[in-house]
């Protein structure tokens, strides 16, 4: 589909060869948008550019979608751009010239993409023939004979673009020799840049609210789903994304309940609840994560001694470790607090965040991570989430926060709330 120029087609918008990939509209010129400032996307195009030399790639096919655990991936790191329509979009990088997106939809959805990413050369999909116009672009820049490298649509579950638009790719480039690579960006955003810290404290921000707001609403006759919609409402209207919501309850005189519910129900919450919660804030990608405990009446002796000599005192003993210069090793013997009380908790203790969670990761058991995120530096995003359960596995206590490690130490990013057992 040839590009449009507005001022040639504006009078024959409904022929969809025009509506498809119309360029220089007057829409959405208005349009305000958080966005990081060049230098740092240069940074960022860089430090991508460096390792494809050193891979010896000529151009880079970067994937990222929707999903969790993916969060855009490769392609918001690049491009502040975080897809909801498609399984995958696709930047192409090429070594030299223009870097151009492969945005799901045309038209207007197009144009007011354009207003806010990164990247200048955004292309329509045509109806998910991302493959075609990839296709298009690399021979554009001829590199068609060239090694293209191709990254990680998913990086926690190693999963890689769709295999029709590989074919698609093999078919219509088969002089070009394809890589298929790994997690690519990680290395890159597992240390953030004073900007992205920025964000990632709006993002705390974000999620203390959210908790705030459920802590405000929640009383008998309120269901599970209704105190998600609170927190999202909080996430929202403070300019953010919401990553995930769980919220389970449970009557704390006869405890059955050791983590929140991922799907919450139309279950009533009575007087007498504890309510077991963990949810992610993000902001332009950038997600934060927090849990704590809400008793609607006044807790149980068994609940707040738990709270009072098991789950806080835990927490505050393996926070200790998220130090400039600790290792894993120090929060994996740190995490053994709960086993040495007598209580048990869940195999998590402790996980990453680059965009979401993410490696290194420390369990009960062990820890597991690249060699370089082995060592805690400045820049490190850090989820500390102990979710200590009482022997008889019936009443557990998720207490989750985020922190940044500083040159200085650490900062728990939801410091808005503080560190104590909700009572409402």
Partial sequence: MAR???????????????FGDMRNTPYYEDAVYSKFSNEEYERRYRLTREKMARLGLDCLIVCGGPNHWSNGAGVTWLTGHREWHSLAVYVVVPMEGEPTLIYSMGGTHAEATRRKVYCKDVRPSRGGLFGEVMVERIKELGLDKGRIGLTQVDP?????MPINQYNTLREGLPEAQFEILGDYIHEFILHKSLEEQAYVLKAGELAAKAIEAMAEVVKPGITEYELKAAAAFAI???????????????PMDEPALIFGNPRPSRRVIQKGDYILNELAAGFEGYTVQIGMPICVGKPTRQIRTMFDKIVLPGFKHIAKELMPG???????????????????????????????SHPPSVTVEGYRGEDFGFELKPGRVMMLEPNPITPDGQLGLFFGHTFLITEE????????????????
């Fill in 4 to 18: 449009k120029d507005f001022k040639d087609i504006y009078a024959e918008l409904d022929k969809q060869e025009n």
């Fill in 156 to 160: 926690q579950f190693k999963d890689h």
């Fill in 236 to 250: 929202l209207n403070g300019g953010g994304e919401v990553d995930f919501i769980i919220i389970g309850s449970c």
């Fill in 326 to 356: 600790k290792t894993l090793a120090d929060i994996h013997r740190a995490a053994q607090f709960f086993r040495e009380h007598g209580y048990q908790s869940r195999p998590i203790i402790m996980h990453g965040i680059d965009l979401v």
């Fill in 409 to 424: 130490g650490q900062k728990r990013v939801t410091d808005r709330l503080p560190l104590e057992l909700i009572v409402v």
